[in-house]
């Protein structure tokens, strides 16, 4: 048994900045993770780049999220942010993923945060109107018991707020998942000579002096997969490739596999869905090996350890942020955080994306009320399991936005732990305390500081 103001299921990106904002909140915090390392997709599925954080001509992801990219730019783990070649986001940020991994447990360990590696949870025992406490399990079958003041479901597929009996959603039509993949020995000035003089093939920057940085983004190749497509080579419903650079020289994360028909919450079928993923990998790298320019003598140096899940559970809480918040750059009054990812929807059916924009001043806020449930009143869920629809979720899922989400709720959590009042009636204090450790809460909180 342990005893702790914070408990956080989940070290992914969103769970360890919900841990250090709720350590330097005041609060004691134990988190557990099911895995050995911290970082989540960005460490485990190779997820690169982070996405984003600016809108067109302003940063709106600060706080912790945008200390850990200056401090891992000071070790040279990232060049930091970046236009992007693409043109979807207005800014990219490759990471090392190696490198975060290492930082990331000297920072949680730096902040005072207890870490629990390699444990699941197994059992929630609660109320109808709280947790009382929490028992994870590592993988020889020791169990741990943790009691704590409040509660945070960084899991990623709300996993602790499905146990607390929440109540949550999941859509039939879930964006598939995917098995990144990294090649090296790439020819990145050969490839971006060539879409400078097949601009045609590439869904990309209209403003194509973005390409002399160097860092090379690509969403295309349309007429190559097409015709791959139509001849059996290439069994894959993806209508692209898309593949980005990992920062490091001559080496890109590729992110093309499409894997769908697979439940990622079903064991047996989360195992079929990487046999697949492997299938897929190996496809692509013969593929453009032998047909996509700058290949020809790349080869592939690392799959991902974990398969990316893009969408699985959400929490139906005491606000559903819907599609038109999100295009419409919908204010709240209990903003905790931003985002300014554009829709972006994997559809599991198709080869294609469907996609839409944010207009406008290009960046919309979260309010407070869609970390919370209506149920449990010691529970705040962060990162991609909030209250969101299954076409907002296609843009508050990306990681600096679950970055400023999850530090959002553990400053929520710290705040409720110590006054033991409603995190409602928190709200002003919670994003004083944002504003405080560096957040961008409010539209004038915003830095004009472009990639």
């Not at 730019?73 to 070649?85: N, Q, V």
């Not at 207890?114 to 929490?134: C, K, N, P």
């Not at 990623?156 to 859509?171: F, R, S, Y």
């Not at 350890?305 to 959400?314: A, P």
């Amino acid at each position: 048994m342990k005893e702790t103001d914070i408990f956080i299921l989940g070290g992914g990106l969103s769970g360890v900045a919900a841990a250090v904002g709720a350590a330097r909140a005041g609060a004691k915090v134990l988190l557990a993770e099911r895995a050995f390392v911290l970082g989540g997709t960005a460490t485990l599925s190779l997820v690169t780049p982070m996405q984003t954080f600016h809108a067109p001509g302003r940063r709106v992801i600060g706080g912790v999220a945008q200390e850990m990219i200056e401090r891992l730019k000071s070790r040279g783990a990232t060049p930091g942010h970046l236009p992007d070649p693409v043109g979807f986001a207005a800014s990219v940020t490759p990471v090392d993923p190696d490198a975060l991994k290492i930082f990331l447990s000297e920072w949680l360990s730096s902040e005072g945060v207890e870490v629990a590696l390699g444990f699941r949870l197994r059992e929630v025992r609660a109320t109808a109107t709280r947790i009382e406490s929490v028992v994870v399990e590592d993988r020889q079958g020791g169990l741990l018991e943790v009691k704590a003041k409040c509660y945070v479901d960084a899991s990623g597929n709300g996993d602790l707020a499905t146990a607390a009996g929440c109540d949550m959603e999941i859509d039939d039509n879930c964006q598939p998942m995917t098995l990144i993949f990294i090649m090296d020995r790439v020819d990145a000035a050969g490839i971006i000579e060539y879409q400078k003089s097949h601009s045609g093939e590439f869904y990309m920057n209209k403003d194509i002096s973005v390409l002399d940085h160097g860092y090379i983004g690509v969403a295309g190749f349309f007429p190559q997969v097409d015709k791959a497509r139509a001849e059996g080579r290439l069994n894959i419903m993806r209508d692209r490739l898309l593949f980005f650079g990992t920062g490091r020289s001559a080496e890109v994360a590729v992110n093309t596999t499409r894997v769908t028909g697979y439940n990622a919450l079903h064991g047996e079928q989360l195992s079929a869905a990487v046999r697949e993923g492997l299938r897929q990998v190996d496809e692509l790298v013969r593929f453009m090996k032998d047909e996509i320019p700058g290949f020809n003598w790349a080869r592939l140096v690392r799959v991902a350890d974990h398969i990316g899940v893009r969408e699985t559970r959400r929490l139906k809480g005491r606000y559903v942020m819907n599609e038109n918040d999100v295009v419409a750059c919908e204010g709240f009054a209990d903003v905790v955080a931003k985002g300014a990812f554009p829709m972006d929807i994997h559809r599991a059916d198709s080869a294609g994306l469907e996609s839409r924009m944010i207009e406008g001043k290009g960046y919309y806020d979260i309010p407070l009320r869609s970390l919370l449930g209506i149920q449990v009143e010691n529970l705040v869920t962060v990162g991609r399991c909030i209250s969101v629809t299954h076409e907002g979720f296609s843009s508050t899922r990306v990681m600096p936005t679950c970055m400023a989400v999850g530090h959002a709720g553990g400053v929520a959590a710290a705040l409720r732990a110590a006054r033991g009042k409603d995190f409602e009636d928190l709200t002003r204090d919670i994003q004083e305390t944002l504003r405080s450790q560096d957040a961008l809460v409010y539209d004038g909180d915003t830095k004009f500081d472009k990639p």
